[in-house]
């Protein structure tokens, strides 16, 4: 039987890869769309990420990452590490 820690570095390796994947089709796949509309002379579509502003993902990803390691930290930091 594959030991816990296995089972988990198995699962975030497959989730990343899945997560990669995406992200890289969903640009390949509007970078092709903004090719063949450039093509016929269509109006460009617009870009995934431009639909929120910068500050807004910012923020987002920040809150995220905050309440993702926030109690991994508040560990750390009371062991004095």
């Known amino acids: 039987m594959i030991s816990i820690l ?4 198995l699962l975030g390796a497959t989730l ?4 990669t994947g ?3 089709f969903e640009i390949y ?3 092709s769309n ?3 509309q ?3 002379h269509a109006p460009v579509r617009e870009p995934i990420f431009v639909k929120k502003s910068r500050s807004e993902m910012a923020r ?5 990452v905050d309440q ?7 560990s750390l930091s009371s062991r004095e590490w």
């Open 60 to 64: 987002s990803w920040n809150k995220t």
């Open 38 to 40: 450039s093509l016929q």
């Open 68 to 74: 993702t390691f926030g109690p991994l930290i508040k």
């Open 22 to 24: 995406a992200i890289v």
């Open 6 to 9: 296995a089972q988990e570095r």
């Open 34 to 36: 903004i090719q063949s």
């Open 29 to 31: 796949n509007s970078i």
């Open 16 to 19: 990343g890869v899945l997560f």
